[in-house]
RNA sequence: GGUCGAGUGGCCGAGUGGCUAGGCAGAGCUCUGCAAAAGCUCGUACAGCGGUUCGAAUCCGCUCUCGACCUCCA
């Protein structure tokens, strides 16, 4: 199946066929979180987009190595230059150092990444830990004429790049436009050219999170780590480069440039750009303030909730469009998704209950092709760009034969076992090993002992010693004890 | 203002020239002690106007509406 993949090239802006750099092997690099407060919903959905690409890859068997960064260094808002960072800011506010911010909000996006059963990358590398490589590949800029310093600042020097290079393909923007564009801001004379970007950058008297260099204490720019951890780890040329839409201009165009530039090479060869998950049609973002927090989700505590969502519900839920596409937020679709999730999942356990047996019912050749149809179009619709969408609307046509099965509408002898295997194997691979859609636990085993203890009770009550004997035997199996007592029918733990 | 993208049945959301995704909601049927689940059947939608074509949701043009980026943002 491998040769079939297609992948939506945002560089070319046309879907080409994906032919690794070096196959087996794929390099994937997708832009982090900046750690500096909890990530929202709207970021949660590009790294999941990520994270069935990669469990795709993994599942044609690519050796992939998956690297998405940490962004730790504080970055000044905007182009004004007064001197304090996001994480700065944040540390101030709770009264905290710059680094047990980045730890504190790293630790909860690892814990949301796993909410929602998305894998962690085989490296999360951070830009604090590459300050080194990050002065480094500035001063090669600098040695190749593509930067410039100013009083301790050093500038990418856009104009000069442009020359041999097209800054803007991949957002598809001239550099003249850019220019005349540009509204002039105060306080940044620094730069020869307002399109002109930060490398490495000046700490003012106040600001935290500070490292010697060559020009003096400062920090790197916000662009400069991605290109450095990218050609680090994956090398000059690599495979995959990923992140949200909203990244694309100016920060992958920076990232181009700098990896050019430094290393005369071409860097990702596939750009891939997800879509934004929208409130009301308007992007969700934490500026706008129609943001909201997975823990606020689950707990359905937001004022734009009805009532709570669980992990895999939402993650059903974003799934069902495609990734580049635009996903408007709200409660009806959650619901429907709730129960498409639920039906999906009734399948998942039903699947780990059937077992092939023989009832002498004829082949039914019609039958067979269609599930042979349906299983290889799992592939076509990953293969198309990992549309997501479409594979699950295959995966709930399979459903429909395999609870034809379960209910004796289709008879296990007309499908025979072979193509019996492949259903259920098809199903249970994308469902849970390409899509990452798991069986939510949702008994409280609790309860459900409440009303076995009220069985036990009545049982006793009838003198049906009987059925008391063997309730008490079969907890006992599970390590569970029953006690009398005068009051009440308890269990316990047994010792 | 510039650049780019989107408008699909009651709702969500795939689909980019002919072969009527799928989910949710709704209607009917089968099964059924009740109920649920499940299966089967049904609704024939593509913003508007014009054009190309034997044939368009899909291509072209115009209009309307919405969004993203152009400043930190997944």
Redesign the pocket.
Known sequence: MRPGLKVYNSLS?EKEIFEPLNAPYVGMYV????VYSN??L??V???MSFDVIYRYLKHLDFKVRYVRNI?DVG?????EDDGED?ISKRAKLENLEPMEIVQKYTNDFHDVMAMFNILPPDIEPSATGHIIEQIEMTRTLLEKGLAYEVDGSVYFDVEAYNKTNHYGKL???KLE??IS???ELDGQDEKRN?VD?ALWKKATKGHLMRWPSPWGDGFPG?HLECSVMSTKYLGANFDIHG?????????HECEIAQNHGATDEEGAKYWLH?????VN????????GN?FLPSELIAGSHELLDKPYSPMTVRF?ML???YS????F?N??L???Q??YT?LA?GLKLIGELSYTEDGAEKNEKAIKQIEQICNNCYF?MN??F?T??T??????L??KI??I??G?LKYSEIGEEVFDKMISTFKTFTVNVLGLVEEERINSKSVLNILTDLYKEAKDAKDYDKVDEIRAKLKDLGLVLKDMKTKVDWAYEE
């Open positions: 802006k832009c982090g979180p900046t990530v929202h709207g970021n959905r590009t790294f962004t970055h000044l808002q905007g182009d996001k957002s598809g923007r436009d850019l564009n540009t509204r307002p970007f916000w992140g949200g839409m909203d990244l694309k201009f100016p920060h997800t879509n934004m998950l929208t049609g308007q992007k969700m973002s934490k500026s706008l943001s839920f069902q469009s495609h596409s635009t996903l408007d709200s009806e679709a619901t429907a998704a129960k498409g039906k009734n619709a198309d760009d549309n969408a479409l699950i609307g295959h995966l709930f046509n459903l429909k609870n034809s379960h209910t509408n």
